[in-house]
Each structure stands twice: as structure tokens, then as C-alpha cells.
DNA sequence: TTTTGAGTTGTTCGA
DNA sequence: GTCGAACAACTCAAA
């Protein structure tokens, strides 16, 4: 018996058909294509909330994208469990001859592919990796002597050098539709079935108004304005095309593209460097005693303070899933310099809560702020929550949004004073690092 | 090899 | 209220 030949395009965090460059060259090529997405185990098994929005997103898309190539007479087949597993199992089903995605650069997810490489080896099936996620990969913005960026401007300026017009083209996989495998659709497996349920939080619409982009750098800073994008999901799971964004952020707004190049610039740190994921960037700062007070923790975590501008951000995030940029990194100076906390929790935190969550951005900023990261600013950058406030939100809209009860009695008294808690932070800090 | 200039996002103090 | 300097001295990148 003979089972016809074909190829597959694996769909991970790229959740979409239109511009997606893996996917464009499995239908430029010349077989029918099956396109898979699996649900892992190994990262659903990590998630506590059991109606988590993000899992939630991932669903609705994936069945998006069955929908639309039901129209095509097609369909997306999902799986549930370990991709080595399910791999095989794939592998044993269908006579396939080259297996398409776009690469991840996160430790995990590369481990993943080459054990999954690995396995097609053996089959005799190719596996084609190509650049989706990112404009510039890590190995492509390097020092003249070959090593990485550890400083973000230098790194910012090859990056812009490095850049071609090629570089920011959409490729146009929606004109090969035709080339999917034709077959009687399937369900996308049930939430359900993994145990989870359908989240209510709601999630931001991938799009971006050139307004936005125009106004951007006066707004950005202003959380009770909303003058961010809001896209951070959707460049997490690939459900917008970077391409796109940064295309027209290079025209409009050089503020924005800068923030793209800081998400490039910390994949690439993680790829060259995925100690990080657990260990302080420098060094230096492992002899940092951090008090990790447990009280302390959760007074932060719940947006208990007693310090307004703190406590709204930690509330946005605790019922929205969202934290404005501004406000992230007052809460994480607040946690490390403040309360002496190991940045780690925080982070541990934020990856827990956040929706737009992406381990290379949360991991930069959070030793950014810890000033343990790859950032060589002196550890005496203490935010002073107060300041940030008259600075950033001085009609107290933000704080008013989110804590409305900070003038009244039972509202929190501070957890620990300011002038204390900076000094104590200059002196543990230059304690531990001479 | 040596030298030079520079480093996301800050705060405080004193003139 | 505004401004510049001090904070403390180090590492990185590139010439």
C-alpha cells in the first residue's frame, strides 16, 4: 500500500495564515500540505489557572484557522500531549517528506525541535526551519568579531545597519491556499478535553492605528492613556506579522521600532545566553542577600503597598492580565530595591499573570530592573514611586482607575518607608558587590 | 594593545 | 520652581 506523499507545516507560535514564511514555502513547494498544531502537555501541565485567557487565545485562534481552511475544503489537525510523542505517532500515520516551521529561540522550545529533528532524521523526513518571528535572528546581528551585543544601543545601531528592505516584506502565503491537503475537517480539540475552560478576560485586537504610532512616543509613558500598542500577544503567539508592525514602524515612528528592536535584542541575549532564565547576567550580583520577605510578597501581589501608583499597577494586572510598561517597571524597582525581593519571584509572578508574557522580555526587564541584567547602569537607580507619579500620571487618573480607595482610612500604610528602604538598598547592594 | 567615549526609561541635593 | 552636578566607578564597543 502506498499512502501519498506529503509535507507538513507545523504551527507553534505563529497563528496565522497570511504572511507566515514557514508556511509560505511548505505551499510553494510541490505537495499537499497538512498543517498541525499541538496543544503541549509539557507547558499546559504549568499552568495553574485552569481557565487561562492565554490558552484560551491560543484555542479561538487555532480554530480560526480551521475555519478558514474548512472554507478551502482543508483543515488544521490539533493534538494533545508531549510533541516527541505525538511526533512519532504523526510520523508512523502519514508518508511525509519534509516537515516546515519557524524556529523558536527559547531554550525549551529549541530542545523540543531538535529532539523532534531528531526523530524525522531517522525517518528519512526532512525538517526545514525558517526566520518568522523575529526581523534579524540572533546569529545575525553580531559583533565584528563574532560574538553577541551585550549593550542594547551598539546592538541597536548594527541591528539598524544589518536591516535590508527585503528584511521587512510580507510573503504572501495566502495566494498558495490551494496547495493545502484536501480533506474532511476535524475539530480542534476541546479545551475540555485538556482540563482547561474558556477564559472571560478579553484580549486586545491585533491591530495597529498609524495614530498610535504617530503619537507614540509622547503617550507611551502615560498609563492612564492608552498610548501602547497592546500587542504584545499577538507578537507572543504570531497572530500579527512582525513584518508588518515593523515595516510601518520604520516609517512612522522610530520610538516604536526601538521597542522592537529591544524584543530582538533580549531573544537574542536568551539564545546566546539562556543561563539567564535562572541566573543573575551578572555575576557579580549572586552575593546579593535578598530579604524575600513572604508578607512583603504578597502585600505586592495583591496591590497592598500602601503605595498608590504600585498597588494600581499590581491591581491592573491582578484583574486585567495587563500591566502598563511604565508602571511594570516602577513595580519591579519597587520589589527588588525596595523590598529587597529576588527578581526571580517577580518574574515567576508576572509569567504567571500576564497575557502578552514572553520569557526573553520578561526576563530582560526584570533583571533590568533588579540591575542584575545585561544593562551596565549603576544599582543607585532607584524609582521613587512618588516622583514617577507627579512624572507620569499626575492627575492621578491611573491610580484613581485602579485604587480607588487610596485616600481612605483602611487603605494600607506604606510597607516600608521610602528614604529607609533606599538607603537600605544603596547599602546592601554596595555591600555585596565590593 | 590601548584608548576613548558612552551607557533606555533615575533621584537627590544644593545653588 | 529649575538646573546641573553628584551618586561611584565599571564595562562594553569600537577605533
Given at each position: 500500500?502506498?499512502?501519498?506523499?506529503?509535507?507538513?507545516?507545523?504551527?507553534?507560535r505563529?497563528l496565522?495564515?497570511?504572511?507566515?514564511?514557514?508556511?509560505?514555502?511548505a505551499l510553494n513547494?510541490?505537495l499537499?500540505?497538512?498543517?498541525?498544531?499541538?496543544?503541549?502537555?509539557?507547558?499546559?501541565?504549568?499552568?495553574?489557572?485552569?481557565?487561562?485567557?492565554?490558552?484560551?487565545?491560543?484555542?479561538?485562534?487555532?480554530?480560526?484557522?480551521?475555519?478558514t481552511?474548512?472554507?478551502?475544503?482543508?483543515?488544521?489537525?490539533?493534538f494533545?500531549?508531549?510533541p516527541?510523542?505525538?511526533?512519532?505517532?504523526i510520523?508512523?500515520?502519514?508518508?511525509?517528506k519534509?516537515?516546515?516551521?519557524n524556529?523558536d529561540?527559547?531554550?525549551y522550545?529549541t530542545?523540543?525541535?531538535?529532539?523532534?529533528?531528531?526523530?524525522?532524521?531517522?525517518k528519512?523526513?526532512?525538517?526545514?526551519?525558517?526566520?518568522?518571528?523575529?526581523?534579524?535572528?540572533?546569529?545575525?546581528?553580531?559583533?565584528?568579531?563574532?560574538?553577541?551585543?551585550?549593550?542594547?544601543?551598539?546592538?541597536?545601531?548594527r541591528?539598524?545597519?544589518?536591516?535590508?528592505?527585503?528584511?521587512l516584506?510580507?510573503?504572501?502565503?495566502?495566494?498558495?491556499?490551494?496547495?493545502?491537503?484536501q480533506?474532511?475537517?476535524?475539530?480542534?480539540?476541546?479545551l475540555?478535553?485538556m482540563?482547561?475552560?474558556?477564559s472571560d478576560?478579553e484580549?486586545?485586537?491585533?491591530?495597529?492605528?498609524?495614530?498610535?504610532?504617530?503619537?507614540?512616543?509622547?503617550?507611551?509613558?502615560?498609563?492612564?492613556?492608552?498610548?501602547?500598542?497592546?500587542?504584545?500577544?499577538?507578537?507572543?503567539?504570531?497572530?500579527?506579522?512582525?513584518?508588518?508592525?515593523?515595516?510601518?514602524?520604520?516609517?512612522k515612528?522610530?520610538?516604536?521600532?526601538?521597542?522592537l528592536?529591544?524584543?530582538?535584542f533580549?531573544?537574542?541575549?536568551?539564545?546566546?545566553?539562556?543561563?539567564v532564565?535562572?541566573?543573575?547576567?551578572?555575576?557579580?550580583?549572586?552575593?546579593?542577600?535578598?530579604?524575600n520577605?513572604?508578607?512583603?510578597?504578597?502585600?505586592?501581589?495583591?496591590?497592598?503597598?500602601?503605595?498608590?501608583?504600585?498597588?494600581?499597577?499590581?491591581r491592573?494586572?491582578?484583574?486585567?492580565?495587563?500591566?502598563?510598561n511604565?508602571?511594570?517597571?516602577?513595580?519591579?524597582?519597587?520589589?527588588?530595591?525596595?523590598?529587597?525581593?529576588?527578581?526571580?519571584?517577580?518574574?515567576?509572578?508576572?509569567?504567571?499573570?500576564?497575557?502578552?508574557?514572553?520569557?526573553?522580555?520578561?526576563?530582560?526587564?526584570?533583571?533590568?530592573?533588579?540591575?542584575?541584567?545585561?544593562?551596565?547602569?549603576?544599582?543607585?537607580?532607584?524609582?521613587?514611586?512618588?516622583?514617577?507619579?507627579r512624572?507620569?500620571?499626575?492627575?492621578?487618573?491611573?491610580?484613581?482607575?485602579?485604587?480607588?480607595?487610596?485616600?481612605?482610612?483602611?487603605?494600607?500604610?506604606?510597607?516600608?518607608?521610602?528614604?529607609?528602604?533606599?538607603?537600605?538598598?544603596?547599602?546592601?547592594?554596595?555591600?555585596?558587590?565590593?
Amino acid at each position: 500500500m502506498s499512502k501519498p506523499l506529503l509535507n507538513i507545516f507545523w504551527f507553534r507560535r505563529d497563528l496565522r495564515l497570511e504572511d507566515n514564511r514557514g508556511l509560505y514555502e511548505a505551499l510553494n513547494d510541490d505537495l499537499p500540505v497538512l498543517p498541525v498544531f499541538i496543544f503541549d502537555s509539557n507547558i499546559l501541565d504549568d499552568l495553574e489557572d485552569k481557565s487561562d485567557a492565554r490558552l484560551s487565545f491560543i484555542h479561538k485562534e487555532v480554530t480560526a484557522i480551521n475555519e478558514t481552511l474548512k472554507e478551502k475544503g482543508s483543515g488544521i489537525r490539533t493534538f494533545y500531549g508531549n510533541p516527541t510523542e505525538i511526533w512519532k505517532k504523526i510520523l508512523e500515520e502519514h508518508n511525509i517528506k519534509t516537515i516546515f516551521l519557524n524556529r523558536d529561540y527559547e531554550p525549551y522550545a529549541t530542545k523540543r525541535d531538535e529532539e523532534v529533528k531528531k526523530i524525522a532524521d531517522e525517518k528519512g523526513v526532512e525538517f526545514k526551519l525558517f526566520k518568522d518571528h523575529v526581523i534579524l535572528e540572533p546569529h545575525e546581528v553580531l559583533k565584528d568579531d563574532g560574538s553577541p551585543y551585550v549593550v542594547f544601543t551598539p546592538f541597536s545601531k548594527r541591528w539598524k545597519e544589518e536591516l535590508t528592505e527585503e528584511d521587512l516584506i510580507s510573503v504572501p502565503s495566502a495566494l498558495y491556499f490551494t496547495n493545502f491537503v484536501q480533506m474532511s475537517n476535524t475539530p480542534v480539540t476541546a479545551l475540555s478535553t485538556m482540563g482547561f475552560q474558556t477564559s472571560d478576560i478579553e484580549i486586545p485586537s491585533g491591530t495597529l492605528e498609524d495614530a498610535l504610532l504617530e503619537k507614540y512616543a509622547e503617550r507611551r509613558d502615560h498609563p492612564a492613556i492608552e498610548g501602547t500598542s497592546r500587542l504584545g500577544i499577538h507578537l507572543r503567539f504570531g497572530t500579527i506579522s512582525i513584518r508588518n508592525i515593523a515595516q510601518r514602524a520604520e516609517k512612522k515612528s522610530g520610538t516604536f521600532l526601538n521597542e522592537l528592536i529591544w524584543r530582538e535584542f533580549y531573544q537574542m541575549i536568551l539564545w546566546h545566553f539562556p543561563r539567564v532564565v535562572n541566573e543573575n547576567f551578572k555575576k557579580q550580583y549572586n552575593s546579593v542577600p535578598w530579604r524575600n520577605d513572604l508578607n512583603e510578597f504578597q502585600a505586592w501581589c495583591e496591590g497592598k503597598t500602601g503605595y498608590p501608583i504600585v498597588d494600581a499597577g499590581m491591581r491592573q494586572l491582578n484583574e486585567t492580565g495587563y500591566m502598563h510598561n511604565r508602571v511594570r517597571m516602577i513595580v519591579a524597582s519597587f520589589l527588588t530595591k525596595h523590598l529587597l525581593i529576588d527578581w526571580r519571584w517577580g518574574e515567576a509572578y508576572f509569567a504567571k499573570k500576564l497575557l502578552d508574557y514572553e520569557l526573553a522580555s520578561n526576563n530582560g526587564g526584570w533583571q533590568w530592573a533588579a540591575g542584575t541584567g545585561t544593562d551596565a547602569q549603576p544599582y543607585f537607580r532607584i524609582f521613587n514611586p512618588e516622583s514617577q507619579t507627579r512624572k507620569f500620571d499626575p492627575e492621578l487618573k491611573y491610580i484613581k482607575r485602579w485604587v480607588p480607595d487610596f485616600q481612605e482610612l483602611a487603605y494600607p500604610k506604606p510597607v516600608v518607608d521610602h528614604k529607609y528602604a533606599r538607603e537600605r538598598c544603596l547599602e546592601t547592594f554596595k555591600e555585596a558587590l565590593s
